[in-house]
């Protein structure tokens, strides 16, 4: 598991490992039925996946706020006058029409030469997206940003990174339902018999004194 989801790993181990006791329980637990065991399993399973999802949804969103902070620093004009966006925006406009990491490097050297910090952050911006990581850290080790590089590095985007967070927040099923889509372990979890429906609500009535209520077994 990459280092960045450290901050998750214990949450996760401990929905899986909660899922597990969960599915033994339920295994060795006598009073089920084939069915009714398979029910139960899928409901747990259900439970263990939509706590996963809303952990994945915590994490995703900070990691991605935070993502968005280091990139504001790095490559940000952070500055209120307009004519700095103005240059800014100028500036990543001839950075994105570089194609090779020697033209890129090119322009960088012109930049620092010049003075010119806007388009100097601006080739650094392109850089750090295509990785040429060679201008990445000249640029960060002559600015003082090595830092903030790094932490942008550790702090990953894209289809690889999708990938990643599909598997670290996997919730595997029980042998017994494996394969098995969301929508099914649902319909698993919400399908009682006629004859489960029809003791449940005997039991209710008798518990109830006569009152009738319904009530479905969990």
Known sequence: ?????????????????????????????????????????????????????????????????????LERQLF???????????????????AAKLDSSDDATAMLDRAQQTGDTYLARAVAQRASTQGWTDI????????GTRDLFDALADNPDGRNTRVADAMVFQIPAPTELRGMADHDLQHIADTYTEQEQHDSKHRAHMNSGGLGTTFYPS
């Open 1 to 69: 598991m990459p280092s960045h989801y450290d901050s998750i790993k214990g949450d996760i181990t401990a929905i899986r490992n909660g899922l597990d006791n969960t599915i033994r329980n339920i295994r060795s637990n006598p009073n089920y039925s084939d069915t009714g065991r398979r029910r139960e399993m899928a409901k747990a399973t259900v439970a263990a996946r939509r706590e996963a999802d809303q952990l994945k949804a915590q994490f995703t969103t900070q990691r991605a706020a935070e993502r968005t902070r």
């Open 136 to 143: 990445v850290n000249t640029y960060a080790d002559t600015t």
């Open 76 to 94: 940000g004009v952070n500055s209120n006058d307009p004519s700095a966006v103005i240059l800014m925006r100028d500036s990543q406009d001839r």
